[in-house]
């Protein structure tokens, strides 16, 4: 465990908790816990994780001027979407997953599934849909399993921790938007 791990966990955990409750400040937070994970992962041989960090700091950037001051106002992902982003999720990982073991990448399908259902996950909850913390939950599992095997310990147990956070946020969110209806 370095001590790069220990604050980009640190720093992670505080910008999911404010994702829970929809603040628009949750987003500076994943920006800086983005960065510092980037190079841990490159540190790890993890690329697609590496890459994935990327792509979190370009939604924190649109999250913070997509939620506006007051924050996240959840609505629902129509079922035709759902689909398209099922679909969407197993043909990339699919196309992914080949380069990542050329390249010699630490884990090839496993890193590439949870890369793009990631993807997904955070794409849904820059446009404020309450399924983004089903994905969540699915795509923390998968990665609590994944770093623990690559000896990760505190990243494992933050993505645990990020577990129960996914399932308090969706029950949040779907509450908030059922409040609205």
Request: aromatic share 18%; glycine share 8%.
């Given at each position: 465990?370095?001590?790069?791990?220990?604050?980009?966990?640190?720093?992670?955990?505080?910008?999911?908790?404010?994702?829970?409750?929809?603040?628009?400040?949750?987003?500076?937070?994943?920006?800086?816990?983005?960065a510092?994970?980037?190079?841990?992962?490159?540190?790890?041989?993890?690329?697609?994780?590496?890459a994935?960090?990327?792509?979190?700091?370009?939604?924190?950037?649109?999250?913070?001027?997509?939620?506006?001051?007051?924050?996240?106002?959840?609505?629902?992902?129509?079922?035709?979407?759902?689909?398209?982003?099922?679909?969407?999720?197993?043909?990339?990982?699919?196309?992914?997953?080949p380069?990542?073991?050329?390249?010699?990448?630490?884990?090839?399908?496993?890193?590439?599934?949870?890369?793009?259902?990631?993807?997904a996950?955070q794409?849904?909850?820059?446009?404020?849909?309450?399924?983004?913390?089903?994905?969540?939950?699915?795509?923390?599992?998968?990665?609590?399993?994944?770093?623990?095997?690559?000896?990760?310990?505190?990243?494992?147990?933050?993505?645990?921790?990020?577990?129960?956070?996914?399932?308090?946020?969706?029950?949040?969110?779907?509450?908030?938007?059922?409040?609205?209806i």
């Amino acid at each position: 465990m370095s001590t790069l791990e220990i604050i980009a966990a640190f720093i992670s955990f505080i910008g999911v908790a404010l994702g829970v409750t929809g603040k628009r400040n949750t987003w500076p937070w994943w920006a800086v816990s983005s960065a510092l994970y980037g190079v841990l992962f490159i540190q790890w041989d993890l690329f697609a994780s590496a890459a994935l960090q990327l792509v979190f700091i370009a939604a924190a950037i649109a999250g913070w001027f997509g939620w506006g001051e007051k924050g996240a106002i959840p609505g629902p992902l129509k079922n035709s979407y759902r689909i398209y982003t099922a679909g969407a999720i197993i043909l990339a990982t699919l196309a992914l997953a080949p380069i990542l073991d050329r390249i010699g990448a630490a884990s090839t399908y496993a890193d590439a599934i949870l890369l793009f259902g990631s993807i997904a996950a955070q794409l849904l909850m820059v446009y404020e849909k309450y399924e983004t913390w089903i994905l969540w939950l699915i795509v923390d599992i998968g990665y609590t399993a994944l770093y623990y095997s690559q000896e990760l310990y505190l990243t494992s147990m933050l993505y645990l921790v990020f577990t129960v956070v996914a399932a308090v946020g969706w029950r949040r969110w779907y509450a908030t938007y059922r409040s609205t209806i």
